[in-house]
Nanobody, 123 residues
Framework: VQLQASGGGLVQAGGSLRLSCAVSGGSVTDYSMAWFRQPPEKEREFVSALHWGGDWDQYADSVKWRFTISRQDAKNVVYLNMYDLKPEDTALYFC?????????????????WGQGTQVTVSS
C-alpha cells in the first residue's frame, strides 16, 4: 500500500494543524494506521495509532488529550488532528500501515510508510 502524508507547516505554539495520510493500493479499513514522528536529531517515536476496525485508538502520553487520530473511509484517508501545539511537537511526521492488531506503538509492526510531512511549532 502507498501512503502520502500532507498537511504539515509552520504554526505558533497553541495553534492547531491537521495532517492527512492518503492511502492508495488498498483500503484504509484493512490496516491499522499510525503516526510516528522524528524530532530534530532524535529517533523516530510513536504518536498515535488507530486499529483497523476503527473501534479503538491509542496515543503517546506526550500527545494524549491534544491529538486525535481518525479516518474517513470513503476518502481512504487517515487524519491526525493536533491541538495546543508545543515547540516540542516540532518533528517530521510519518504515517504508517500495519496488518497487526497488537503492539501498534512498535515501528516493526508497520510494513508501509509515507514520506513524512514537516511540522514546526514556534514559541
Amino acid at each position: 500500500v502507498q501512503l502520502q502524508a500532507s498537511g504539515g507547516g509552520l504554526v505558533q505554539a497553541g495553534g492547531s494543524l491537521r495532517l492527512s495520510c492518503a492511502v492508495s493500493g488498498g483500503s484504509v479499513t484493512d490496516y491499522s494506521m499510525a503516526w510516528f514522528r522524528q524530532p530534530p536529531e532524535k529517533e523516530r517515536e510513536f504518536v498515535s495509532a488507530l486499529h483497523w476496525g476503527g473501534d479503538w485508538d491509542q496515543y503517546a502520553d506526550s500527545v494524549k488529550w491534544r491529538f486525535t487520530i481518525s479516518r474517513q473511509d470513503a476518502k481512504n484517508v487517515v487524519y491526525l488532528n493536533m491541538y495546543d501545539l508545543k515547540p516540542e511537537d516540532t518533528a517530521l511526521y510519518f504515517c504508517a500501515a500495519s496488518h497487526s492488531s497488537d503492539d501498534l506503538e512498535r515501528e516493526l509492526e508497520y510494513h508501509d510508510w509515507g514520506q513524512g510531512t514537516q511540522v514546526t511549532v514556534s514559541s
